[in-house]
């Protein structure tokens, strides 16, 4: 009499959903962001646009765009559990393409607070007195 035996989690290749993914590898703090950041198609698997409940397999490319920054990643290991940053890195590759693109982006971020031309933004506080003593006196005048 033989009793069937369960294969191993090594012998076959775990099921994770994206959503349960991206949360376990610390791209987004809970697994609701990350899945609402799915439907929003903010990211791709392989150039195509998914659904969370898709299951990612060693290999895949995924597109990650959170805020101004997007990354390549290729995937490299699956799990389930949101395990410390130093052992989720383990988890997917960057591209090299991706890291020259994200790292030219955050520059020209960092950067564009002093292109911008004076004035532009909000009204500085002699601006801003300015404007208010020209107000109070073109309300007096209408009296």
Known sequence: MTKNKQPAKDDVE?????D???????FFKTRNIATDAISGGKVHLNQQRIKPAKEVHIGN????????????VIVKGLS???????????????????IAKREKTVELYHQEPAT?????GRPTKKE????HKFSNNQSDDAE
Request: glycine share 4%.
């Open 128 to 131: 801003r007195r300015s404007i």
């Open 80 to 98: 389930t559990q949101r395990r410390p940053a130093p052992e989720a890195v383990l988890l997917y590759e960057e591209t090299p393409e991706s």
């Open 61 to 72: 490319e995924l597109t990650i765009r959170t805020g101004y920054i997007e990354r390549t």
């Open 14 to 18: 775990q099921k994770v959903r994206l």
């Open 116 to 120: 911008r031309p004076r004035g532009t």
């Open 20 to 26: 349960k993914w991206l949360w376990a590898a610390r």
